[in-house]
């Protein structure tokens, strides 16, 4: 069974920084990219971050870029989200999730085929 | 710019056909992908590559495209379809990952 759990999520002080981290199975994990999407309370969606299964590129939104790392060790199968400075705003549930894509004829798709329970962050003093 | 537009919020009645939309310009290079996502729970993907459904979910879903608005069919809505339904693709020149704001389904 394919299978993505999520850890680390906790209370922080603003500032303050967490390590997420994401176990794999059942999936050649390193075959895959993978990302981080959050939602905040009462929200939408929210990409954070992505990483090739190689981990040689690697993508952030505005809103986090110089603040998280997203890393990965294939021999662990697990994927990280590094938050530091992190603010109020972060406060949200983190979800990884495993990419799918390709290309059908001449349009490309990106999915997010797998996804974990989530694990929450809540930025509070 | 790169974004995804969703209506807020529709309604079907029961057992009836509904159409959610999503317009944005990454749509014109990327098909959209669909998520279902119930109160508590992950999302979950419903329809990628234009049309294709992952193992599991019903045939009651199909997904379409043209130019730059995609849509997903519900074609016999169920009650248990009552959620929130995101489109996401993939902005092709900064590889950023797009989510439209979400439509939540009402089932009458």
């Known amino acids: 069974e394919v299978q993505l759990v999520e850890s680390g999520g906790g209370l922080v002080q603003p500032g303050g920084s967490l390590r997420l981290s994401c176990a794999a199975s059942g999936f050649t994990f390193s075959t895959y990219d993978m990302s981080w999407v959050r939602q905040a309370p009462g929200k939408g969606l929210a990409w954070v971050s992505s990483?090739?299964?190689?981990?040689?590129?690697?993508f952030y939104a505005d809103s986090v870029k110089g603040r998280f790392t997203i890393s990965r060790d294939n021999s662990k199968n697990t994927l990280y989200l590094q938050m530091n400075s992190l603010r109020a705003e972060d406060t949200a549930i983190y979800y990884c999730?495993?990419?799918?894509?390709?290309?059908?004829?001449?349009?490309?798709?990106?999915?997010?085929?797998?996804w974990g329970q989530g694990t929450t962050v809540t930025v509070s003093s | 710019s790169a974004e995804l537009t969703q209506d807020p919020a529709v309604s079907v009645a029961l057992g009836q056909t509904v159409r959610i939309t999503c317009q944005g310009d990454?749509?014109?290079?990327?098909?959209a992908s669909w998520y279902r996502q119930k109160p508590g729970q992950a999302p979950m993907l419903l329809i990628y590559a234009k049309n294709n459904r992952p193992s599991g979910i019903p045939d009651r879903f199909s997904g379409s495209s043209s130019g730059n608005t995609a849509s997903l069919t519900i074609t016999g809505a169920q009650a248990e379809d009552e959620a929130d339904y995101y489109c996401n693709s993939r902005d092709r020149s900064t590889n950023r990952v797009i989510f439209g704001g979400g439509t939540k389904l009402t089932v009458l």
């Open positions: 999730a495993k990419v799918s894509s390709g290309v059908v004829i001449v349009y490309y798709y990106h999915a997010l085929d797998v």
């Open positions: 990483i090739s299964g190689s981990g040689t590129n690697r």
């Open positions: 990454s749509l014109r290079n990327y098909y």
